[in-house]
T-cell receptor
Framework: DGGITQSPKYLFRKEGQNVTLSCEQN?????MYWYRQDPGQGLRLIYY???????QKGDIAEGYSVSREKKESFPLTVTSAQKNPTAFYLC?????????????FGEGSRLTVL | RKEVEQDPGPFNVPEGATVAFNCTYS??????FFWYRQDCRKEPKLLMS???SGNEDGRFTAQLNRASQYISLLIRDSKLSDSATYLC?????????FGTGTSLTVIP
């Protein structure tokens, strides 16, 4: 079955540590996205990528980094510079950014900073 | 002004009731519209896309009013399993914008 796989599902981190969240898709989608969701708030865009080896900052990119070396993979690193990293992180993909198709989401990664 | 605004609720309705949610968007250039359902601590899942002509999927009906820039979702004959948060999502110039979600609880 095609879909998006995020790992780990739950992650605990000490302050000052970087952590990388994995996102893999086998939908052959060009566009991939990372969102952050906090309680009572809508999803906020961290980074997105339209094509391999290219990515753009979203609304809240500070303290995060990404790479897009393969079409299927779009990992997110939460760095120690991110001041409030505890959140629910969602990876999503769409067929491409020009055809306004819907977003498909992974199951999410819940990061807690201790 | 936010790109997408929704009444957060909560909406508490008895089983069998009809409930309607509205969502407004600020950009007249918005191109496509969706309703997603999100269960507690889970990822959002597409409920339905919204078309100008309106569309129906079983007990769910979605409508788009471009002149007034709002979309709606109507749920008929509510089931306990409909309890969730419903997210309005708008695509504007190839960027997705999310409402904060409307919480629905269906009560036995």
């Amino acid at each position: 079955d095609g879909g998006i796989t995020q790992s780990p599902k739950y992650l605990f981190r000490k302050e000052g540590q970087n952590v990388t969240l994995s996102c893999e898709q086998n939908l052959n989608h060009d566009a991939m996205y990372w969102y952050r969701q906090d309680p009572g708030q809508g999803l906020r865009l961290i980074y997105y990528s339209q094509i391999v080896n290219d990515f753009q900052k979203g609304d809240i990119a500070e303290g995060y980094s990404v790479s897009r070396e393969k079409k299927e993979s779009f990992p997110l690193t939460v760095t120690s510079a991110q001041k409030n990293p505890t959140a629910f992180y969602l990876c999503a993909s769409s067929i491409d950014r020009l055809r306004t198709g819907e977003l498909f989401f992974g199951e999410g990664s819940r990061l807690t900073v201790l | 002004r936010k790109e997408v605004e929704q009444d957060p609720g909560p909406f508490n309705v008895p089983e069998g009731a009809t409930v309607a949610f509205n969502c407004t968007y600020s950009n007249s250039a918005s191109q496509s519209f969706f309703w997603y359902r999100q269960d507690c601590r889970k990822e959002p899942k597409l409920l339905m896309s919204v078309y100008s002509s309106g569309n129906e999927d079983g007990r769910f009906t979605a409508q788009l009013n471009r002149a007034s820039q709002y979309i709606s979702l109507l749920i008929r004959d509510s089931k306990l399993s409909d309890s969730a948060t419903y997210l309005c999502v708008v695509n504007t110039r190839n960027q997705f914008y999310f409402g904060t979600g409307t919480s629905l609880t269906v009560i036995p």
